[in-house]
């Protein structure tokens, strides 16, 4: 393995050179700057990260745990945050929760001995997350949440208008002449499937639309959730004319659930997601979706980490990210 001491030998600089041009902290001259970085990749030269890490107290990871890579809308958010940490000289590591807070708390305590210099989070379900991130705090780190906040997260955060972004769908079934609504939200313990019941009934409440508590059922944020929900709705009297899903994963297990139950979507049952998955161009019928960028979150969340470790004290930042609706044909005009 070579070290620094070869690096100036074949770069006849002095150590002292080679660590400035590897620190990036003192202005060298091109050619020198030049001749070193040739004889860092002649020789293969990796700095080893957690020693760099305990000498300038962080290294230049960026440590992001999500709820599961492989539901489809992380992807995007996790790409979105790495880009912009990697413009700005940072590597992200990736961990998965799958959404157990105990799982969640062995990334967060493991990732801390590799001294990261920012932690960009989306919780897991019950997530302990305010206390840990204390943790780091206290220790010069950033955590910025996304997505969904834990309660009493006081942090930085970047999460999309969850609220508006129902309250939208629900207007367009609304205008479509339904008055029969049903949602199936995802775990009430999240504030962003929290804040899209709050939009689905702010609109239903501002249109003067009953809703009993058995039009809305909450399920897991995903496909079996969906299906088993939407069979229980499809049971009540009156059958719901339409359903807001808490996400487009939820819908994919409506789309299911309302075939198999020998009814037909838009026709019988009006359909709307959330998150605008790329699958939803070419479900049967293409699904209307409320849009929310899941690139943008991440994106959005490690520029606020670069300038935290840059130095920026200021309070803590909260953005919200502006939602749309993405009509396409899953939702019609109410049966008569
Ligand atoms: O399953 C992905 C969903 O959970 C999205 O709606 C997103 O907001 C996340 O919290």
Known sequence: MSNMKQIAKMARVSLGTVSHVLNNSATVREP?????LEAVQALGYRPNQVARGLRRVKTSMIGMIIPDITNPFF???????????????????LCNSDNHHSKELVHLNELRSFLPAGLIVIPSNFSDLTAQA??????????????????NWSGDSVTADNEEGAYKATRHLLRLGHSTLATITG???????????????????EAKVKLAPEYVQEATFDKAGGYSKTL???????????IFAGNDMIALGCLLAIREAGLRCPEDVSLIGFDDLDFGETTNPALSS?????????????????????GNSDPPKHVVLETSLTIRSSAARAPN
Request: overall charge positive; proline content about 5%.
């Open 32 to 36: 020198v700057r030049n001749r070193v």
């Open 75 to 93: 992807p995007a958010v996790v790409r979105g945050a790495e880009d912009v940490s990697f413009s700005n000289g940072y590597r992200l590591i």
């Open 134 to 151: 204390e943790v780091y705090r206290r220790a010069g780190t950033g955590v910025v949440c996304i997505d969904r906040l834990p309660t």
């Open 187 to 205: 775990p009430l313990h999240l504030t962003n499937a929290n804040d899209r019941l709050g939009g689905f009934k702010r609109a239903l409440r």
């Open 232 to 242: 229980t709705l499809l049971r009540l009297i009156p059958r719901p004319t339409a």
């Open 290 to 310: 409320v849009s929310q960028s899941g690139y943008q979150l991440g994106a959005t969340a490690a520029n606020i980490l670069v300038e935290r470790i840059k």
